[in-house]
């Protein structure tokens, strides 16, 4: 017989790994020749390319199992191994008639831009929520199955729990809701003004509005603190988000706060600025060195890599 197309075999190679032990890729390849009774010239076939056509078309399977969760791949030294995952056994428990596009549909979550306004207009309202109740509201606004919730990515991770996660935290990134207790979200001053006059599409390319390219803001910090002798760190995050968001909203709200924190960590990291006990930071002489030698946005890595030079010729 012909060779079976790839939607004829997931199902089959599916249930011939089902009882759950590690099985060698010529393992599966020789259940799969007996289930379809394959003879030596189907197995040998050749592509135009002159790869194995089975072989090929057995990789290919593979991957898609693996890629959507439905089987385990083991590395080694000398030959990788694979396995069912509790999500294929939960397919093979109500077993489709083919595992085809039609099926793979079933497990199609909504994207990350399709998420974002759905959770903004949820806490609009001011209340406070907990994450697990935000969690539910969401997923019950999607009708997110129960096999959509169960859908794991080749790292172990849920597809869903991901997927919302990165909304969740690209809306308090750019402080449009924020963590107030242990777990506890609301929407904040900004993320009310947004709803207030609100765009075509609250997306990533939205968000991105939001946010300074992290050089320029490292350089910004950093110019800040070189033009006073000695201020507090905090005073330093609070000048600089309000200067940075005044052609933005002009209500009050202050995004990146925690963007200028964590770039702040960063550069007494580099030791570009130095901190007291009391709070209080100064730019150091590698920092002024930094000023000079990058008079515009500090390229990739360039905190890093100014200081391990000055390491090197201080060794």
């Not at 397919?91 to 998420?115: C, T």
């Amino acid at each position: 017989m012909a060779i079976p197309s790839c939607r004829e075999m997931r199902l089959p190679l599916l249930q011939h790994i089902a009882d759950g032990r590690e099985y060698l890729q010529s393992e599966v390849k020789s259940g799969l020749t007996q289930h379809f009774s394959l003879t030596d010239a189907d197995k040998n076939a050749l592509k135009p390319n002159g790869v194995n056509k089975f072989g090929a078309r057995l990789l290919t399977i593979l991957h898609t199992l693996h890629e959507e969760g439905l089987v385990a791949f083991t590395p080694s030294k000398r030959y990788g191994t694979y396995h069912i995952t509790e999500r294929g056994l939960y397919v093979l428990s109500r077993p489709p008639a083919a595992i085809n596009s039609a099926f793979w549909r079933q497990f199609k979550l909504p994207s990350v831009d399709a998420i974002l306004p759905v959770l903004l207009l949820h806490v609009a309202d001011g209340e406070s929520y907990h994450y697990l109740a935000l969690r539910a509201a969401v997923t019950a606004r999607f009708a997110i199955t129960p096999a959509q919730q169960r859908a794991t990515l080749p790292s172990c991770g849920l597809r869903w729990n991901r997927r919302w996660g990165d909304a969740r935290k690209a809306l308090i990134g750019v402080d449009f809701i924020d963590n107030t207790e242990a777990g506890v979200y609301q929407i904040t001053a900004l993320g009310r003004e947004v709803l207030h006059d609100p765009p075509a599409a609250i997306d990533a390319a939205f968000l991105d509005t939001f946010q300074l390219p992290r050089g320029e803001m490292e350089r910004v910090l950093l110019q800040h603190i070189a033009d006073r002798a000695s201020v507090p760190k905090q005073v330093v995050i609070d000048t600089l988000v309000t200067r940075l968001r005044t052609d933005v909203y002009p209500s009050g709200a202050i995004p990146w706060r925690k963007n200028c924190g964590r770039q702040m960590t960063r550069l007494e990291r580099c030791k570009l600025v130095t901190s007291t006990d009391d709070g209080f930071c100064e730019i150091t002489p590698l920092g002024k060195a930094a000023l000079i030698l990058a008079p515009q946005a500090f390229p990739f890595g360039f905190p890093e890599r100014l200081r391990e030079a000055a390491e090197l010729l201080t060794s």
